[in-house]
Nanobody, 115 residues
Framework: VQLVESGGGLVQPGGSLRLSCTAS????????MSWYRQAPGKERELVAG????????NYADSVKGRFTISRDNAKNTVHLQMNSLKPEDTAVYYC?????????WGQGTQVTVSS
């Protein structure tokens, strides 16, 4: 089982980034997918989630209207489009796959929002 995140980096406030997570080693389409983030000194928090078919999504209040989660089951990928980025969005972003008691995590990708 592997989840590999990409797309992180340094961006100025107000800018955009698109994170991607590519999955392998399990039946991707059966798993709900989520993005979490963890800032220095803070607990890991849920950013966005998407159901198996992509029919339903949910977002943390802090990112609603700015971030969009999507998935492509044919390509075993999940994306997080992040717009209007703020310094407080700075964190390591993690991809998560969950099916019942099965819970997989990626290694994370750093997002830094700074001028």
């Amino acid at each position: 089982v592997q989840l590999v995140e990409s797309g992180g980096g340094l961006v100025q406030p107000g800018g955009s980034l698109r994170l991607s997570c590519t999955a392998s080693g399990f039946t991707f389409s059966r798993y709900a997918m989520s993005w979490y983030r963890q800032a220095p000194g803070k607990e890991r928090e849920l950013v966005a989630g998407i159901t198996t078919t992509g029919g339903s999504t949910n977002y943390a209040d802090s990112v609603k209207g700015r971030f969009t989660i999507s998935r492509d089951n044919a390509k075993n990928t999940v994306h997080l489009q992040m717009n209007s980025l703020k310094p407080e969005d700075t964190a390591v972003y993690y991809c998560n796959a969950r099916l019942s008691y099965l819970d997989y995590w990626g290694q994370g990708t750093q997002v830094t929002v700074s001028s």
